[in-house]
């Protein structure tokens, strides 16, 4: 299993980001994993809603069935994925208000036995684009 966070302090409302966050269509301008959504975003954007994402994990294409578990507009989307050679995906981004910023926390789980074999490697690439990711975003929305 390999779990990573990242979290930065963004300087727009919380309503700015998540209308970026949940715009599919403009994804890959700040999402550093994705590729593209072979047959678009979710049609709606609620629990159970799937879609499917071409990503690049580790330098390597992966493309990964999504499935909404949570969602709370403005606040919260949390979607499990399905990938190549059994790994399993979470993903959670969280938005706290702080002021007219907002604290955007990014949380991802990686489990499977492909994983821990390359766990530490994993760990440490997820981290850098999920940091990269929120470094892009900001400057998206700032």
């Known amino acids: 299993m390999a779990d990573v966070t990242a979290q930065a302090r963004i300087e727009a409302p919380a309503e700015k980001i998540w209308d970026r966050l ?45 499935t909404v578990r949570e969602v709370e507009p403005g606040r919260l989307l949390d979607i499990s994925g399905k990938g190549p050679m059994g790994v399993s995906l979470g993903m959670r981004y969280q938005l706290t208000p702080d002021g007219g910023a907002t604290t955007v926390r990014i949380d991802g789980a990686f489990t499977g036995a492909a994983v821990s074999l390359m766990a530490g490697k994993l760990k440490d690439s997820a981290s850098a684009a999920l940091n990269e990711s929120l470094r892009k975003l900001a400057e998206l929305v700032g």
Not at 35 to 56: C, H, I, R, S, W
């Open 22 to 66: 949940t715009d599919f269509e403009s994804y890959g301008q700040w999402n550093a994993t994705h590729t593209d959504f072979p047959q678009g975003g979710p049609a709606a954007l609620e629990v159970g809603a799937g879609y499917a994402e071409n990503m690049k994990l580790m330098g390597f294409p992966a493309e990964v069935g999504w």
